[in-house]
């Protein structure tokens, strides 16, 4: 049975314009997690869309391609976000993601990947500083690299704060504390405050006094 879906989906990935003819037989290798097999699903809603249905059937077969790493799939997730109506910045945050997903992927093609670039840049212009940085922790959740993605001493200490106490990251002394020192390092007194206080209250380390009286006098020699 095995052999006769790769067949199948090989036939139809080697074709092209068989996927309209062939939409039953994709499918089915789509429900069973092929991610070329959702990704073709979702561009024949994609391209055939005649309402919102379609729209939203081509972003959940895109969803579960690019959630397997597919980079086309994370692509034109990206841009499918873009254009979507209803809640801009829930929209624009998926579009943000999905092509920073799409851009960091050694599966893309360069066209792509410098069109998503252009892309994120536009997206930043309309997004607000404090949800750039929620999606690029999140993209660091992701494995993506943090020194490429949070490139300042604001976003390394925003990033503290979302680790430290917010609702939408998981909390994490641990990495709080890494970014707050990051921006720390770079002058950003608020990150010297807050690394003083973990260090001294043992929040994502031990207890350590020193470096507790190292970034709170720190702190203070920026302020005077």
């Not at 940085?133 to 300042?152: Q, S």
């Not at 002058?187 to 807050?194: C, D, E, I, Q, R």
Request: one cysteine or more; proline letters at 3%.
């Amino acid at each position: 049975m095995k052999w006769i879906m790769f067949a199948l989906l090989f036939c139809l990935v080697t074709t092209g314009s068989a996927y309209a003819e062939n939409y039953e037989e994709l499918r089915p290798l789509a429900q069973a997690g092929n991610p070329e097999a959702q990704f073709e699903l979702g561009r024949m809603y994609d391209q055939g869309a005649k309402n919102d249905n379609d729209i939203f059937e081509a972003v959940k077969w895109y969803t579960m391609a690019a959630e397997h790493g597919h980079a086309a799939a994370q692509y034109l997730l990206g841009l499918t976000y873009m254009s979507l109506d209803g809640d801009a910045r829930q929209n624009n945050q998926k579009a943000y993601f999905w092509l920073n997903m799409a851009k960091f992927n050694p599966e893309t093609g360069d066209k792509n990947r410098k069109a998503a670039s252009k892309h994120i840049t536009a997206l930043e212009g309309s997004m607000t500083n404090a949800d750039i940085v929620l999606i690029k922790v999140r993209l660091v959740e992701k494995g993506l690299p943090e020194n490429e993605l949070l490139t300042d001493a604001f976003e390394w200490g925003l990033a503290g704060v979302y680790y430290y106490d917010s609702p939408e990251v998981p909390q994490d002394y641990g990495k709080a504390l890494k970014f707050f020192l990051k921006a720390a390092q770079q002058g950003h007194v608020l990150a010297m405050v807050m690394a003083g206080f973990m260090y001294a209250n043992g929040m994502g380390t031990p207890v350590d006094h020193v470096a507790a009286a190292k970034w709170s006098l720190a702190a203070a020699e920026q302020n005077n």
